[in-house]
């Protein structure tokens, strides 16, 4: 592999690999030495059209010749046209634009407090998770549930009230004993934190027990969102409705956005003056937005997920189930960790030198975002390129 220029003058923020990657077509991409790779990271799950989609491509053309941002002062109809396919595809009632993952759940979280002081809570908590993670700015830092994360940043937001996940025992627990709990917060499927998947049983629970205490149900949708496992959001495989759910990456396709979809209880808490953002809703994300929707209908890009995802799993499962030091295998769609006995992020550059993107989180778990495009073909490729790196990488440490 040739390293790519070193980038001295950049804030060294990501311990970065030595390649720099210049474009894409589907799940392929090439690095500016003109080597290819298998996409199955998808720029951490934001590419869900895959690169340089044919159907996308004109339509953010035509957008950014007519405009790309006006502000907030005037109507923006994208931003009512994509509010109302996000309305009908969650059955929640109103959106909030802005232009990421942490900033969609900052004002899931500004929702949280204002709705606890509407009610007379002048010091609402929100309860939240062991191994969950919302963002990088202080408070969603703070909700965040890795001390890594919160190193070096004290004092934390306060107002957090923190839980292992699938306990209901535990969140019972907090509902006698905190009466300032205004919401629960939570990953339907924990992503940088090893793919860890809330149950159905437990979401159902955990939604009656938000009915029974009048506490809000913020579900972050960020990266299992939008289609990625099988359905448009993955709390609807329990067969539940939050009352706020923040979207973003994959959203756009690759078009920085994020959204705040609230449902009745939540959708007149913040009025004017409360919050608010200059990008955001700005008309080339809202295309982007719609176009990525719109595609992924046509092209039955869910259902794909749904295929590809169980042909990939099971793939998977068959060349890696039965290794010893594979623990688990796990995720829905094409949201996908194999959790390893040991930390394991040398598969990172391993996998990259084979020609394959992915992704190690939470130290042990080699992590699959690929495209909804992918194909069973691709899936196979996959399989092929990591299974013998993660063999290697196992047989190395015995
Ligand atoms: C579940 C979840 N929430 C929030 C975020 C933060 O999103 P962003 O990086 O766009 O701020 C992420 C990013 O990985 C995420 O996975």
Known sequence: MTAAAPMPHVMPTYGRLPVALSHGEGARVWDTEGRRYLDALSGIAVNTLGHAHPKLVPALQDQVAKMIHCCNYYQVPLQEQLAAMLVERSGLTNVFFCNSGLEANEAALKIARKYGHDKG????????????????????????????????????????VRVPLNDIAAMEEVARTRPNVTAVFLEVIQGEGGINPARAEYLQAVRALCDKQGWLLMLDEVQCGIGRTGKWFAHQWAGIQPDVMPLAKGLGSGVPIGAVVCGPKAANVLQPGNHGTTFGGNPLAMRAGVE???????????????????????????????????????????????????????????????????????????????????????????????????????????
Do not use: W
């Not at 809570?121 to 994360?149: C, M, Q, W, Y």
């Open 121 to 160: 809570i002048d010091r609402a908590e929100v309860v939240v998770f062991e191994k969950a993670f919302h963002g990088r700015s202080i408070a969603t830092l703070s909700a965040t549930g890795n001390p890594k994360v919160h190193a070096g940043f004290a004092p934390l937001v306060e107002g957090f």
């Open 292 to 398: 990525t929707l719109r595609i992924m209908e046509e092209d039955g890009l869910m259902a794909n997920a749904a295929k590809v995802g169980a042909h990939l799993m099971a793939a998977l499962r068959r060349e890696l189930g039965e290794l010893p030091g594979v623990k688990d295998i796990r995720g829905q769609g094409l949201m996908i960790g194999i959790e390893l006995d040991r930390p394991c992020g040398v598969i990172l550059s391993r996998a990259l030198e084979a020609g394959l993107l992915l992704s190690v989180t939470a130290d042990t778990v080699v992590r699959l975002l690929p495209p909804l495009i992918f194909t069973e073909a691709e899936a196979d490729e996959c399989v092929a390129l990591l299974a013998p790196i993660i063999r290697q990488f196992l047989a190395e440490q015995a």
